[in-house]
Nanobody, 127 residues
Framework: VQLQASGGGLVQAGGSLSVSCEAS????????MGWFRQAPGKEREFVAL????????YYADSVKGRCTISRDDTADTVYLQMNSLKPEDTAVYYC?????????????????????WGQGTLVTVSS
């Protein structure tokens, strides 16, 4: 499995940005895809996940209502649309994939269930 993240950049506070993760090497219908982020000097943080087959989503409280995760079956791509961005959203954003299933969304929050990780894309939000 290969994950290629893209779309990061510089945006002003209050603005919007979408990052993408193109997945290859598998059929992802049974996978759970996630976005995580890591700010300078901080631990990696869960952002959102999507169950590829059902499209069900789950968000961290810190981004709920501001971010939307989605997937495009035809392009094997997962998106994270971020709105009302804040300086504290500044981080390297990583996409991740796993075939491991848990009915409990919170089981994925630590990142330990994810087998595959992309290289990350930097999002910088200026104040």
């Amino acid at each position: 499995v290969q994950l290629q993240a893209s779309g990061g950049g510089l945006v002003q506070a209050g603005g919007s940005l979408s990052v993408s993760c193109e997945a290859s090497g598998r059929t992802f219908s049974a996978y759970t895809m996630g976005w995580f982020r890591q700010a300078p000097g901080k631990e990696r943080e869960f952002v959102a996940l999507i169950r590829w087959s059902s499209g069900r989503t789950y968000y961290a409280d810190s981004v709920k209502g501001r971010c939307t995760i989605s997937r495009d079956d035809t392009a094997d791509t997962v998106y994270l649309q971020m709105n009302s961005l804040k300086p504290e959203d500044t981080a390297v954003y990583y996409c991740a994939a796993t075939s491991l299933y848990s009915s409990d969304n919170s089981a994925y929050v630590s990142g330990e269930l994810f087998d595959y990780w992309g290289q990350g894309t930097l999002v910088t939000v200026s104040s």
